[in-house]
């Protein structure tokens, strides 16, 4: 199963961007990229997938390196509601592994 | 459409009980999942199943048992509750296991 390495936390001033990165280097090379959040006592939610090329949608843009073996999340304008752990994971037909993610704290 | 909802929201249980908890979808997916959550952790899968009649063990499955008679219905039963068992639980469920949609958790506590 593809594994992917996020770091631990990143903190982040309110209005500026967030740039959160992801390393999946044993990715295959039909698999998405999938990201999800996790707002404080909630379920995770989706955020954002992609396969090859940079992808936007209203709450965020991933950017995919070229070789596949990392992206980026990008929040444009980081809010103090986007503090949340954000998790990268690729699919897994139902059973994903769900690492620790990356706490984002975004400071007024 | 309700999503995925997921019942009871809280429960406490003395050890050696046991319980099953309700997890339910109405957008007609075949996959479903459950994970549980401890404090400050991510998220490790317990069971999941790719259709009616389907299951298969994930991470994390000794202490729990599932079924999956309808696509629409995923229970999960504790058999005999332990401390180590006081989680928070997810269901989860996707169309052909891509983008997966989360119930709102059950909070478990197990004396």
């Known amino acids: 199963d593809a594994k992917t390495t996020q770091p631990n936390s990143m903190e982040s001033n309110e209005e500026e961007p967030v740039h959160l990165p992801c390393n999946h280097s044993t990715i295959s090379g039909t698999d998405y990229i999938h990201w999800y959040r996790q707002l404080p006592s909630q379920g995770p939610e989706y955020v954002i997938h992609?396969?090859?090329s940079n992808v936007n949608n209203r709450m965020a843009s991933l950017a995919i390196a070229e070789d596949r073996k990392s992206s980026t999340l990008i929040l444009h304008r980081a809010t103090l509601r986007d503090a949340a752990v954000y998790y990268c994971?690729?699919?897994?037909?139902?059973?994903?592994?769900f690492g620790d993610g990356t706490t984002l704290t975004v400071k007024p | 459409n309700a999503g995925v909802t997921q019942t009871p929201k809280f429960q406490v249980l003395k050890t050696g009980q046991s319980m099953t908890l309700q997890c339910a979808q109405d957008m007609n997916h075949e996959y479903m999942s459950w994970y549980r959550q401890d404090p400050g952790m991510g998220l490790r899968l317990i069971h999941y199943?790719?259709?009616?009649?389907?299951?298969d063990q994930g991470e994390v499955p000794n202490g729990y048992n599932v079924s999956r008679s309808t696509t629409e219905d995923f229970p999960l039963r504790l058999l005999s509750a332990a401390p180590s068992q006081t989680s928070v639980y997810f269901c989860?469920?996707?169309?052909?296991?891509?983008?997966?949609?989360f119930g709102p958790g059950t909070r478990l506590l197990v004396l």
């Open positions: 994971i690729p699919p897994g037909a139902g059973k994903s592994t």
């Open positions: 992609g396969l090859t």
């Open positions: 989860a469920s996707s169309f052909a296991g891509e983008t997966q949609y």
């Open positions: 199943s790719v259709g009616a009649g389907i299951t």
